[in-house]
Structures are given as structure tokens and as C-alpha cells.
DNA sequence: CACCGGGGAGAACGATCGTTCTCGCACCCG
DNA sequence: CGGGTGCGAGAACGATCGTTCTCCCCGGTG
């Protein structure tokens, strides 16, 4: 039971680590110094790094898809629940330690060379376009809007990443899909 | 002299292995094998692997832009040449050692731990987005859409290449723009 | 021919890292 | 109390890698 306690504190670090300076330069020794949790028992809980890097993924995947559906469920109205993505993703970027997305930083990082992280990767995009896609359907928009406003908030995260505007590439995001709904006859309201 | 095809030679092997496969799982010694260039050149041309990388990124750089320059001048009337740009994203996909685009994927891997390589990348997006907005402003279109038709680019170039679903994220891109151009007041041949 | 400077092949070095092993301590069951 | 078992701390191992060094050949110059 102590080890589940172990295990969080241990993607606790990782994800901390992970996000922050990359995958591949950090060692499973910096996460037993940030997380206290001895080498052998990480070993026992991920019998190799690169399980630790898909379960990161993994949970920070459910969060972060459990944040933004919690922001976009403070709003009633389906077209403008399709804007409020943008906002939270506007949100998110001017969070202090925002560094990009996770997953495209580590398909960047791995997706060459781990099928398994390549493969969380692709699950996690996915997740997040079928999301869109409800949300287009709820507002009775047609289903190829939500893979260009897929693409746009693509685009915004890895804009916001390279650039460290904050919350800009969001904004503009937001205005295109904006645009993009109402053109395919959908009703925004303010 | 000699030493020009020699670093034309390095310059090659490195963008081969360097794309493909990563920076960080490319050593040295893989880009000597496949280069020709004995390590001891390869060193006296750049003193460090962050150089030959930098210069990589370089060297792609100015040739990525020129293909796609070259491509939208086969056009003529200047909306039409907006979305010229996504056909040959389209075209790009589809190539068969295409393995997403060089600068995010840099970024992913050593923007945290190389302020060298993520200033190289920031220079080649500006310079992508900078000529997004010629292309917006010789159409007439106000400078905000150009910001709009670079998340569209950048997201399905994330897009095809964690989906290697080849040319289809660039035709919802192109349908995106279109779309916008419209809707901003530009007219659009067929 | 003697010499020298540059270059290639590849060994060597030092650091890092993923992973495993050793050792010693503390706790639990009889 | 006593023996064993699980765990933490950290050393150790083996591989990889960026970088430098050694050694040898070759081509040019007097």
C-alpha cells in the first residue's frame, strides 16, 4: 500500500523533471533526489525508464484532459463552449512553468526511437480530437470543423512554446475558430 | 577548399541522421560513418556537435523556405498563392522519409537545454511567419490573419507527424484558410 | 633524399547514464 | 531473543558518447 504513496511522489518528480528539462536529460538518479523514492524501488514500480516516461504521460494525460472538459463545463452554451478551449488553453500557457505541450515535446524527444511513447502520444491527440469532435457535434456544427480547430489549437501550443508569448497564439486561435464556426453556421455568442 | 565538400558532405549525413532518428541518439561517430569526414574534420568544421546541429538547422532552413517560395510562385493571383502554401505542406507530408518538421522536433528534444538550437528555431518560425504575412498583406488581408494561417500550418505539421496520416492535415488546414480568407474579405480563384 | 605539416583511422579518455549489486540496518514472526 | 526479510544508500558495472590524442602515411618543398 506504502508503494502507491511511492509511486505518486515518483511521477510527482518525474513530471516535474520530465516536463521541465526534457526526457532524455534527466536521469533516474535526479528523480530518486526529487522524489526520495530509493532507486530499487523505482525499479520495482517501473522496471525501466521508459515505463516511467508512459506512465508520466499517461496520468498527466487524464488530468490535463479532466482540467480542460472541468473549464469548458462552466459553460452552457455549445458554441461557446467550443471558444472557451481556446480560453483555457490561454490559461495554460501563461501557467509560470509552461514549456509547450508534453506529449509533442516528447514525441519530438522519443518518437523516433520508443514506439511506446510514440503510441501515448498519438492516444493523448487523439483523446483530444474526439473531445473537439463532441463539442463540435453538441453544436450541431459538422465534423470536419473539428479538425481544423484541432489544428489551430495544435498550433497555438506549439506556438506558445517557442515563442514564449503567453497567452497569445491562444487569443488568435480562439478568433479563428471564432470565425471558422460561425462561417459553417454556427451561432457565438458572446 | 576541399574542406567545403568535406562540410557539405557533414552538413548531408547530419541532416539525414539528425532528422530521421533524433539529434541525441546520433553520435559523432554515426555522422563520420555515414559523412565520409574523419572525426578530426569534422571537428575543426564545428568545434562542438551544437554547432554541426545549429548548422543543420541552418543549412534546412534556408532551403525549406526557398522550396516553398518556389512552389507559391507558380501562382499567380495572391489568394490563391495563400493556400499554395498548404498544397505543398500537403506535398511535404507525403514524402516518404518525412518525419514531421525539423525545428519543433529540435525544440522537443534540446529547446530546454539549448538556448543555441531554440534560438535557431525561433528564427526559422519568425522568418515561416513573416512570410505567411507578404503572402496575407500582398492579398490585401489584414496582418491578423497571417497569425491565423501559421497556427493552421504549424498544427498540421505536429499533426502529420504524429498521425502519419500523410497529406490530410494539410487539406483541413487548406479548407481552414480558405475559409478565413473568405470570411476577411479575400477572394478566392477555385 | 630528408624533412615537415596536415590529415585519416581509430584508440583513448572522461563523463554520464540506465541498471544492478552489495551491504547494513530495522522490523516482524516464532 | 534470534533469524530472516525487505528496504534504503550508494557503489559498481557496462554501455554510450562527446571530445581529444596517438600514430602513421603521404605529398610537397629545399
Redesign the pocket.
Known sequence: M??MV?REQALDAAERLFYGRGI???????I?GAS?????????LF????QLVVAYLERRDVRWRQRLAEHVEGHEDPGRRILAVYDWLGQWFREPDFRGCAWINSYGELGATSERVAAQVRSHKRAFKGYLSGLASDAGLPAGLADQLFLLAEGAMVTAAIEQSGAEPAVQAGLAARMLVKGYGGAVGH
Chains 1, 2 share one sequence.
Open positions: 506504502d508503494s511511492a532524455q536529460s534527466v536521469g533516474m538518479d535526479d530518486r526520495g523514492v530509493s532507486l530499487k524501488r523505482l525499479y520495482q522496471p525501466a525508464k521508459e
